[in-house]
């Protein structure tokens, strides 16, 4: 069975730095994958080079058919959709208008007011909040509005670069409990760059550990979970 995305020697340079060293993971349909590793591992690298945000070798296929060109709106129009590290709110517009930038590559129109409205049901204080600058929400309304907006998209693959930074717990709970419902509900797979470890595997399904640009681990995430040498370094316990 052929997985939706597909990774084989992805390589990326910042100037004449190496930042990845050949990758190889597979994401598997309606499936979380996470990246773990410590700050300067190449996790945000890797998901920017999937965007084609950075010059990058490789190859990338999606649902078997390379990625051709590995321009950002190609990977949009595959139904990829990216929730940067920091939200990348658009701070001047409403919130209801960041919201509808998130459809603009859609073709059905037809079906972007009920994905709004869904959008609402699943973060209230987005929609008691839609006309309101989204420069003066709190950093976990600006998340929940980055997540908001990537739904918009109708993805089929969601690229999060840690969702829970900066937030209070209270938050990133609700956040990453939004997440499995829309994952489990929607059967939306997902890409998961997370600095809490712990959180990011009982989230995921399958899980790779990054150092210094290459993986040097990998397996369902309930196995690397309970590794010993992945408790002591990324768990703290």
């Not at 929730?83 to 930038?101: A, S, Y």
């Not at 609402?120 to 006309?131: N, V």
């Not at 995921?204 to 995430?221: C, F, H, K, N, Q």
Request: one cysteine or more; proline letters at 3%; charged letters at 25%.
């Amino acid at each position: 069975m052929t997985a939706l995305l597909e990774v084989r020697n992805l390589r990326a340079s910042y100037g004449e730095v190496r930042a990845l060293h050949g990758l190889d993971f597979a994401i598997e349909e309606g499936e979380v994958t996470t990246l773990l590793g410590a700050n300067g591992a190449g996790k945000t690298t890797t998901l920017r080079a999937l965007c084609g945000m950075i010059p990058t070798q490789g190859e990338v296929r999606f649902e078997g058919r390379p990625i051709r060109g590995w321009a950002t709106e190609d990977v949009v129009r595959l139904g990829i959709a990216h929730v940067p590290e920091g939200r990348g709110t658009f701070v001047r517009l409403t919130v209801e208008e960041n919201l509808q930038l998130g459809a603009t590559a859609r073709r059905d129109r037809g079906g972007v007011g009920d994905d709004l409205e869904q959008v609402y049901g699943y973060f209230p204080i987005l929609k008691a909040r839609r006309l309101q600058q989204a420069g003066t929400l709190s950093g976990g309304e600006q998340q929940m509005l980055a997540v908001g907006r990537a739904l918009m998209l109708r993805p089929r693959l969601m690229l999060l670069d840690e969702p829970s930074f900066g937030l209070a717990p209270l938050i990133v709970r609700e956040v990453f409990d939004i997440l499995a419902t829309i994952n489990r509900e929607h059967r939306v797979s997902m890409l998961l760059v997370e600095q809490n470890a712990s959180l990011a595997l009982g989230l995921a399904d399958a899980a790779y550990l990054l150092e210094t640009g290459r993986i040097v681990m990998s397996g369902p995430a309930r196995e690397i979970r309970e590794n010993e040498s992945v408790r002591r370094s990324y768990l703290g316990y």
